[in-house]
């Protein structure tokens, strides 16, 4: 921690990128209570992602170490952020932001002359959304119980009355369609459970006029927005779940909603049969470990189409690209290859040839098997970031917040390896 501390110390551009964060959408900045500083909202950062901690347990964390109090610059009678406070500065961290970060702890490792970026090995993994596995019939619950819940809001913001709810009729019809087995059952109460859900949206359609006459308030605006967001996704849940059990079409992933919590996960399937709801991530790795780029992808998209634009990031983050990159036979192609070489890389290993010699990629054989070997260390890397920094599961909510959460990851792991070759 004393290592980190004194990397954070000796950057203080780190602080500059994250006190922009923290005062973006503030009018006046410079009145009010005193909050926490941007290294202190970077340090509580790091020990969330180090320990896994949600934010009750940070704030207990804070209260209760005096190790972790000392790194977050708070002595041993000051007051320490509550979890309310805490959350909302570590939420106001953009992606953009962070990866600059890792930017600056990149040149610092380099300074140092502990990573130059002249080796690199590339794989990709997937990052899930904390959200259950979907099906037509819970999510068509899901938003029948939300949507009545905000109509509930609805009348007491403005009278309306128009509505009756029908969560406990959507969570039987739910409970029947998963206990039978019986095809023409299951169409029978999921034809029910889509009358209850239209009767729903049809209701929240008209609460959305009456919302109009109160909206010069800020919490009817908000309540407005909730209920149109939450409205719109029902209806695409009604609309896959008619095609695919009504009509007996096949909806494509990228047509699917899976969360209406999380409507921007994706559907990702991973060596033709494990199904990962979540966001693929495509990791470059350096010789001394640390995780040299992260870019969270839209979609599915074949690794084959992700090994060039992986290498020109590398070129904007060094300035040339690795002298020698290793990828996942995932990556292989002869296209791929010849790009690479294009592009300056001496030497290039894909684990799976796809009818390419060892001649064409590396300058030897030797060269190549070395280079193969280097790869699997990525896979340490990306278990490490699993196992110890939360990577394998989002807990934050919202697309922008699934990037900063990954990107805090990134960081927070970079930091602890770039102390521990400090240490040595």
């Excluded at 004194?6 to 006046?28: F, H, M, N, T, V």
């Excluded at 900045?29 to 941007?38: I, Y």
């Excluded at 990791?283 to 040299?292: A, E, K, N």
Aim: aromatic letters at 6%; charged letters at 30%; glycine letters at 6%.
């Amino acid at each position: 921690m004393d290592q980190i501390a004194r990397i954070l110390s000796g950057k203080p551009e780190i602080a500059a990128l994250i006190e922009q964060d923290l005062l973006r959408g503030l009018s006046s900045p410079e009145t009010g209570a005193r909050g926490m500083t941007a290294e202190q909202v970077l340090r509580a950062l790091i020990i969330k992602q180090m320990n896994e901690l949600s934010y009750d347990e940070l704030a207990f964390t804070l209260v209760d170490s005096r190790t972790y109090r000392g790194f977050c610059g708070y002595g041993p009678l000051d007051a320490v952020p509550a979890r309310s406070t805490l959350q909302e500065n570590l939420k106001k961290l953009r992606p953009t932001t962070l990866e600059r970060v890792n930017g600056v702890i990149l040149g610092f490792a380099a300074q140092e002359k502990i990573e130059k970026g002249r080796k690199a090995r590339i794989d990709s993994t997937v990052v899930e959304s904390n959200i259950h596995v979907p099906s037509d019939s819970a999510l068509l619950y899901d938003g029948v119980r939300v949507l009545s819940r905000l109509l509930a809001r609805v009348q007491k913001a403005c009278g309306f009355s128009g509505w009756r709810n029908h969560t406990p009729s959507a969570k039987a019809r739910m409970r029947e369609i998963h206990s039978t087995r019986s095809g023409k059952k299951q169409q029978a109460s999921y034809e029910k459970l889509l009358e209850v859900a239209r009767r729903t949206s049809g209701y929240t359609r008209t609460a959305l006029f009456a919302l109009r006459a109160v909206e010069a308030k800020r919490r009817p605006a908000r309540l407005r927005k909730a209920l149109s967001g939450y409205r719109e996704l029902l209806e695409r849940v009604i609309e896959q779940t008619e095609r695919r059990v009504i009509r007996g079409e096949k909806v494509p992933a990228a047509e699917r909603v899976v969360s209406l919590f999380e409507p921007h996960a994706d559907v990702i399937v991973k060596d033709h049969k494990k199904v990962y709801y979540g966001h693929k991530v495509n990791l470059c790795g350096g010789v001394s470990g640390l995780i040299l780029d992260c870019v969270i992808e839209k979609g599915n998209p074949n690794d084959a189409t992700r090994a060039v634009p992986m290498l020109k990031r590398q070129k904007a983050i060094y300035g040339a690209v690795p002298r020698q990159v290793a990828l996942d036979g995932n990556y292989a192609s002869q296209e791929n290859l010849c790009e690479a070489k294009q592009l300056g890389v001496e030497d290039v290993c894909f684990t799976r040839r796809r009818g390419m010699e060892v001649e064409e990629m590396a300058s030897s054989p030797r060269i190549y098997r070395l280079l193969k070997r280097f790869r699997a260390g990525v896979e340490a890397t990306i278990s490490y970031l699993k196992r110890v920094f939360g990577l394998r599961r989002c807990t934050w909510r919202g697309e922008m917040s699934f990037h900063s959460y990954v990107w805090s990851s990134v960081i927070t792991a970079n930091l602890v390896i770039l102390a521990r070759h400090m240490l040595k």
